[in-house]
């Protein structure tokens, strides 16, 4: 099969062919996993409005060295600047391969002690891969979240900073 070059006033009435083809970008994986964990966030901050604080607890993985004293005011004290609710009991994990605490962490959520989990960043959350799907949706499924600590940056009112 033979092509032309196209007559310009051919192509008028089929403007996508004259025009520039954009690119399409396609979210990564763990891109479309924090827009799924945004979501659940969302989601439980609109169900409660102002009616009511929101409820955490805090889950720190003390691995690499991490200071769980100092992250553990950082997340107490920001989720208080935000007029969250910090829930007494800590979800603190020793380093290794086997979870416990977070196991528990969620347990405690989704029985409605608390609205969702704080912890620092994506790393901490010792899921990876599948585990981690299934566990954000069981979450969402429970009308709990998992935050990490940008999403309760107090220079943000009622919203996060992402």
Do not use: N
């Amino acid at each position: 099969m033979r092509y032309r070059h196209a007559d310009p006033d051919e192509l008028e009435w089929r403007s996508w062919l004259t025009e520039t083809p954009k690119a399409r970008l396609m979210p990564t994986v763990e891109g479309h996993l924090g827009a799924v964990r945004r979501a659940c966030y969302d989601d439980v901050l609109h169900r409660i409005g102002g009616s009511r604080p929101v409820r955490v607890v805090i889950y720190l993985r003390a691995s690499d060295g991490l200071d769980t004293a100092y992250w553990d005011r950082t997340l107490d004290t920001r989720a208080t600047a935000r007029g969250w609710s910090v829930g007494e009991q800590r979800f603190i994990e020793a380093s290794g391969s086997f979870f416990p605490e977070f196991e528990r962490a969620c347990q405690h959520i989704t029985q409605g002690h608390a609205d969702g989990i704080l912890t620092i960043r994506r790393a901490t959350v010792p899921l990876d891969g599948q585990a981690y799907v299934e566990r954000l949706d069981r979450l969402r499924e429970q009308s709990t979240f998992l935050a990490f600590l940008r999403q309760v940056d107090p220079t943000h009112p009622g919203g996060s900073s992402w």
